[in-house]
C-alpha cells in the first residue's frame, strides 16, 4: 500500500508500508506457534466502555524510553517490538491475553525477546461492523480523522507506559488496564486563506451503511474577497489525510526552533527547511504577478 505525505509546495512523496508490519497491525495470524510461560493479560474498565469491543489488541513493547512505545513502531530498523491479537466482543474487566503465539514484528514471537528491561504498552484499536450495501458485514477501524495512525486515532483504548523486567522463560502473568482513550482531533485552525470544507457523501454512506464524511483544505487566491464573481482554475492535490494545507506558513519561520533530523531523507533540520520553502509559498501565492487559482487537498477517510 503507498501512502502519500505532503513535503513542500508541489511536491508529494510515497512512503511503501511494508508488508509484515501492515499484516501485524491489521490482523494477521502467526504460522508458527512456540509455548513460553511469559504472557500479558490486557483488560479496559467499564468506564472506559461499558460495552463489548473489536478490534486489533496491541502490546507494545521498548527498550528506548525517548517516547511512548505506541509511537516507536515502524518499518525502520529503529523500530521497538509490537505483537497483536484479534479480539471480539471483549467485555470490560475481561483479559485478552496476548502470549508467545501472538505473531509480532520486528521478533515473531514474545518467546524471542531478550531477558531484559523495558517499558510496556497495550492499545486496542477499535473495530465498527459495517453491514455494506453489497450484502457484505465486515469489521474494520474507521478513520477518526487521523489518517489510520491507529497510535493517534480518536477513540482507541490504551495504557500508561510502565518500566518491567522481561523474562520470556519465567512463568508470570503481566496485567495491563487500558484505561486511558485518545481523545478527538481539534478542529483546524482557518485564516484569511485557508479555509476547511467537510460534507457526508451520500454514495459513501449508502454504500457503507452509516453516515461517511469526505473533507478537503481550501487555499484561497489573493484578492478572493474582493471579487465575489470571479472565476478561477481549480487545482485538486491528492493530499490523503492531511490535518491542514501543507506546505503553508503566514507567518516568518521561527529561527530558534531545534533542528530535527530526518530519517527518511537523511537530512539535518528538515523541519526548518520546510518551514523555510513553507512561508516562501506563502509569500509567492499572494506576490502580485502569481498565477490566481483555488487549490484544494482532499481527505476521503477510509476503513481501509
Not at 222 to 239: C, I, S
Amino acid at each position: 500500500m503507498l501512502r502519500s505525505q505532503f513535503v513542500a509546495p508541489g511536491r508529494f512523496v510515497a512512503t511503501m508500508i511494508l508488508v509484515p508490519v501492515a499484516a501485524l497491525l491489521l490482523g494477521a495470524t502467526g504460522t508458527q506457534q512456540r509455548p513460553a510461560p511469559l504472557r500479558f493479560a490486557v483488560s479496559f474498565p467499564a468506564t472506559r466502555s461499558a460495552a463489548p469491543l473489536d478490534g486489533r489488541l496491541l502490546l507494545l513493547i521498548s527498550a528506548d524510553s525517548s517516547a511512548e512505545p505506541r509511537f516507536q513502531i515502524s518499518d525502520a530498523a529503529n523500530t521497538q517490538l509490537v505483537f497483536g491479537v484479534d479480539v471480539d466482543g471483549l467485555r470490560p474487566g475481561q483479559e485478552a491475553i496476548v502470549d508467545a503465539a501472538a505473531l509480532g514484528h520486528p521478533r515473531k514471537s514474545i518467546a524471542d525477546i531478550p531477558a531484559g528491561r523495558y517499558r510496556v504498552q497495550a492499545l486496542l484499536n477499535r473495530y465498527e461492523t459495517f453491514r455494506r450495501a453489497d450484502g457484505h458485514t465486515v469489521k474494520l477501524p474507521p478513520d477518526k480523522g487521523e489518517g489510520q495512525q491507529w497510535a493517534r486515532k480518536p477513540g482507541n483504548l490504551y495504557s500508561v507506559p510502565r518500566d518491567v523486567v522481561l523474562d520470556p522463560v519465567k512463568n508470570e502473568v503481566i496485567r495491563i488496564s487500558m484505561d486511558q482513550e485518545i481523545p478527538p482531533i481539534p478542529d483546524p485552525p482557518e485564516t484569511k486563506y485557508v479555509k476547511h470544507e467537510r460534507i457526508q457523501s451520500k454514495l459513501l454512506s449508502d454504500f457503507w451503511g452509516r453516515p461517511m464524511y469526505l473533507g478537503a483544505h481550501v487555499l484561497l487566491p489573493e484578492g478572493f474577497d474582493q471579487h465575489p464573481q470571479a472565476r478561477y482554475p481549480l487545482a485538486v492535490f491528492h493530499g490523503h489525510f492531511p490535518y491542514t494545507m501543507g506546505g503553508w506558513r503566514e507567518t516568518p519561520p521561527d529561527s530558534t526552533v531545534p533542528c530535527v533530523y530526518s530519517e527518511r531523507f537523511s537530512l539535518d533540520c528538515y523541519n526548518r527547511i520546510q518551514d523555510r520553502y513553507a512561508y516562501q509559498f506563502y509569500k509567492d501565492w499572494t506576490s502580485p504577478g502569481f498565477p490566481r487559482v483555488l487549490a484544494i487537498e482532499i481527505q476521503h477517510p477510509t476503513p481501509y
